[in-house]
Nanobody, 124 residues
Framework: QVQLVESGGGLVQAGGSLRLSCVVS????????MAWFRQAPGKEREFVAAIRWSVGRTDYPDSVKGRFTISRDIVKNTMYLQMNSLKPEDTAVYYC?????????????????WGQGTQVTVSS
């Protein structure tokens, strides 16, 4: 049984930082993508960052590039999202997701496994 459990969300002022964690268990693929998505009220789920687990290659959209950093700890089976220079428009529920490796994996529909989400609120 695959489980993804996020933590680390909270309330922070604009310009501040937060680090999200996602502990994953039960994955049996030889290689996989893990990613962060976010969803604000009334908006579609949006790609935030992805990492190829085996080699650590990362991918970001322009909206967060240079501010957010995705990483993983293979020993701890944990993925992280370090978020710096946060803006009010970063406010959303943040989800981690996983799937067997795919080179193009920015669309939420391509992911098979999801965490429950963690709320991030950035005040102005």
């Amino acid at each position: 049984q695959v489980q993804l459990v996020e933590s680390g969300g909270g309330l922070v002022q604009a310009g501040g930082s937060l680090r999200l964690s996602c502990v994953v268990s039960g994955l049996t693929f030889s290689d996989y993508n893990m990613a962060w998505f976010r969803q604000a009220p009334g908006k579609e789920r949006e790609f935030v960052a992805a990492i190829r687990w085996s080699v650590g290659r990362t991918d970001y959209p322009d909206s967060v590039k240079g501010r957010f950093t995705i990483s993983r700890d293979i020993v701890k089976n944990t993925m992280y999202l370090q978020m710096n220079s946060l803006k009010p428009e970063d406010t959303a529920v943040y989800y981690c997701a996983a799937r067997s490796y795919l080179s193009d994996a920015r669309a939420p529909s391509r992911y098979d496994y999801w965490g429950q989400g963690t709320q991030v609120t950035v005040s102005s």
